[in-house]
C-alpha cells in the first residue's frame, strides 16, 4: 500500500507531500517520486489536494514511477477520495483522469478512469487499452456538484486482461461495481499518471481529493 493524505501545509505541492508506505512499497528499489506538479494543484491546508487552475495553465499532467523490488500479484488498485466537487463554468470540459500506464509515454494506457461534467451532471467513466472497451458514464450526482464525499476506485487485472471502476459514498462500507472491460494482453502496470483537463477557475469552482491509495503488488520494470 502506499497512500497521501495530503496533510501538510496550504501551498504545498504534490511532489512534496508526504507518503504513507507499506509493502510492497516500504522495500521498493527505488523511491516513489512524482515526475513534476500540475499547475493549480497544491494542499489547501485542510488535509486536501485542491484543482483550481485556469485553462491557460501549462503543466497539467505528472508521473510516478512504479519500481518494486520484485514482481507479484497482478491486481493493482487505485483509489480516490473526492471531499468536493463543484462545476460551475460555462464550458463543461472539466476532467480529472487516472491512469495505470505500461510505459511513461501518453499513449500507453492500460486503463483509464474519468471524473467529470457531461450534460450538466457529475459522471465518472473508464477507457481501457483494448478496442472498443469503454465503460459508459455513471451518474455521480445529477447536478454540478457532488452532496457528500465519494470514494472512486479504478481496478486492473492483468492477470485476467480486465479492469473494472467501482465506488461508494463516504460513509458506505462496500464498493458498488459501475463497470468493467478489457485490456490489451501482455500488459504491466508501471506508472500511475494523474492529469487535468479544463478550466477550473470560475468562481467557486474546485475539487478536492481527501486521499490517493495505491493497493495490491507491482510488476516490475523487469517483467514483461
Known sequence: MAAWEFSEPAGTTLTNAAILRGKPFADADAPFRWTGDIDGVEINGRDQLQIRRPLSESKTATLLPLHPSKPSDSQVALTVT?????????TEDEQLRFALMHDDQPSSVVARMIFGRDGGRIVV???????HQSIPASILAERDAIKKPLVLRLVVDTGTDAYRIEMRPIDVPAFQTLGQ??????????FLRVDVSGDFASPNELVTIDRLELSGNYTSRSQK
Open 125 to 131: 467513466r473508464g477507457e481501457g487499452s483494448a478496442d
Open 82 to 90: 473526492i471531499d468536493n466537487a463543484k462545476f460551475v463554468g460555462q
Open 181 to 190: 472491460g478489457k485490456i490489451a494482453p501482455d500488459q504491466s502496470t508501471r
